[in-house]
DNA sequence: GCCGAAGCTGAAACCAGCCTGAAAGCGCAG
DNA sequence: CTGCGCTTTCAGGCTGGTTTCAGCTTCGGC
């Protein structure tokens, strides 16, 4: 899940980052409206954090920008306007929440869950993420298998394996994948997500993860044959 | 776009169901927890306004009973009480949006038009190219058959059906299929394509790919005549 | 029908990309 | 400080997609 968060108050940033990230996400940090716009438009983000008084560019302009030119993560807005009137400028503007300053940061995480169960498809049920027999326990960081069995994870086993079971069916890149796990300031060259991969298949069986050579993976991908 | 109103206010929905049949939504009235609950079980709604404190059966049951019996519409929670521990309570159990009361009819309208923007797969994705029953798949890679049948691709031929699916009736000479599958660096004097094309026909079935002598390819000319 | 050109295709070579075990690096708890 | 587990790097081996090649078939013109 990579996160980026557009907010140029430095406190709320250093109270809100790691809270963020403890969280599950990859969060990446844009203090100014420019900034925040080239993020986003370089790197598909699973999810924006808006404050709308940024620097340089409005964080209406910013999100208009980026409905125009049809983006479509989700955008959550902050602000510490508390007006109908901006509520529903900020919505109709393509918005896809709006969060008053100031705000609990429970109140925001739980507010960031719901906009992303919407935008993710399969995910609009509560409780663990399961996909045809392997589910995904979020509170003990660990796997059920379709026999019962147990599986503890590793942080980044969890997280690779989350964004797998958020997208079943699809390739993801290596590119892509070490995008969603890693911020910014990490820069691989490496083979991280291969040894990765190998060690997450010999934890929940190697069937689950289909390698499509020079494109990716695929999740469950057997879904005839 | 048909969509509940549970509210037991009178008042309240004598204000807002005209409002939100004028912004296009079909509207049903349910005034307690039970029959909300039971309308729901056998209507399949775009979404849900539902109030929290309504009688015989309160609110958050009622999503409860929803989300563990897999339903996954919308749900937009409507409450007076405004803390931020019932907002994280309420949203982790499923729902899409809190509104506190009192609120601006255009607000609310707003919002459910954010949620169900988010909840409707509509424009997310620019849809599968697909021609006549043979349509492609961007996101997993594959191609899917008239029969249902599945295909995976290679990346080149992945580019390959591409190129075609997007010029269908077209002659694309050899020469022009090379530019679109490499880049201009490379100059080759051999039958990749050719080799290519075989392997593909071979895939997805011999007819879809015509060739015109000395000319090139032509895909899905005279569909299955 | 004959012939050359163009296209088809199986087999094999080639090589980029992937897998994986081992070991070094890193951070944290005791 | 020490030990432990997680993460990352590295190198060698392996896999399978891509390309080449050679022999074959098909097509169109004469």
Redesign the pocket.
Same mark, same amino acid.
């Not at 691989?188 to 991280?192: A, P």
């Not at 390698?211 to 993976?217: E, F, M, P």
């Given at each position: 899940m990579r996160l980026l968060l557009a907010e140029d108050d430095e406190a709320l940033v250093a109270g809100l980052k790691p809270a963020l990230e403890r969280a599950g996400y990859a969060v990446d940090v844009a203090t100014d409206g420019v900034l925040a716009q080239r993020c986003a438009d370089s790197i598909d983000y699973d999810l924006v954090l808006l404050d709308l008084g940024l620097p340089r560019r409005s964080g209406v302009e910013v999100l208009q920008h980026w409905r125009s030119t049809r983006k479509s993560m989700p955008v959550v807005v902050l602000t510490a306007r508390d007006t109908w009137q901006e509520k529903v400028a900020v919505l109709t503007a393509g918005a896809d929440d709006y969060v008053c300053k100031p705000f609990h940061t429970e109140e925001l995480l739980a507010r960031l869950a719901a906009v992303l169960k919407r935008s993710t498809p399969d995910m609009r049920t509560p409780g663990p993420l399961s996909v045809a027999g392997l589910s995904l326990d979020e509170g003990g960081q660990s796997a059920t298998l379709g026999d019962g069995a147990r599986v503890?994870l590793? @942080?980044?086993?969890f997280r690779l394996l989350r964004c797998f079971m958020l997208h079943p069916g699809r390739v993801l890149s290596?590119q892509r994948l070490n995008e969603h796990?890693?911020d910014q300031a990490?820069d691989?060259?490496?083979?991280?997500i291969? @040894?990765?991969?190998?060690?997450l +298949? +010999?934890k929940i069986g +190697?069937d689950w993860i289909q390698?499509? +050579?020079?494109?990716?993976?695929v999740f469950n991908a057997l879904a005839e044959t």
């Open positions: 503890e590793s @942080a980044i086993e290596q796990l890693y990490t691989h060259e490496s083979n991280v291969e @040894a990765h991969i190998t060690r +298949r +010999r +190697r390698t499509r +050579r020079g494109q990716g993976y």
